[in-house]
Nanobody, 112 residues
Framework: QVQLVESGGGLVQTGGSLRLSCAASRSIFSMAWYRQAPGKQREWVATISGGGRTNYADSVKGRFTISRDNSKNTLYLQMNSLKPEDTAVYYC?????????WGQGTQVTVSS
């Protein structure tokens, strides 16, 4: 198992930026960001592998950037040009053999 702690959420106006962080208790090869808006299912946002390969959902491509600092076991999500539809609780996920781990989530609210 691994412990994941997200931070960096908050309230921002449309067009603004936020940077989310996810601190892991140990190194993880592959990690991802997901989000869940009120009344909706949790959806995948972006993934990064240990080698740095990244993938993004079409809804955030060109606006969000996933990155990691392996020396700090920390995952990031830089979110630019935020829209009201980006409002959600954002979760980081660690892909593990056996059972994946999730953080507790951090709220992002984008006002119009």
């Amino acid at each position: 198992q691994v412990q994941l702690v997200e931070s960096g959420g908050g309230l921002v106006q449309t067009g603004g930026s936020l940077r989310l962080s996810c601190a892991a208790s140990r190194s993880i090869f592959s990690m991802a960001w997901y989000r869940q808006a009120p009344g909706k299912q949790r959806e995948w946002v972006a993934t990064i592998s240990g080698g740095g390969r990244t993938n993004y959902a079409d809804s955030v491509k060109g606006r969000f950037t996933i990155s990691r600092d392996n020396s700090k076991n920390t995952l990031y999500l830089q979110m630019n040009s935020l829209k009201p539809e980006d409002t959600a609780v954002y979760y980081c996920k660690a892909y593990l053999i056996g059972q994946d781990s999730w953080g507790q989530g951090t709220q992002v609210t984008v006002s119009s």
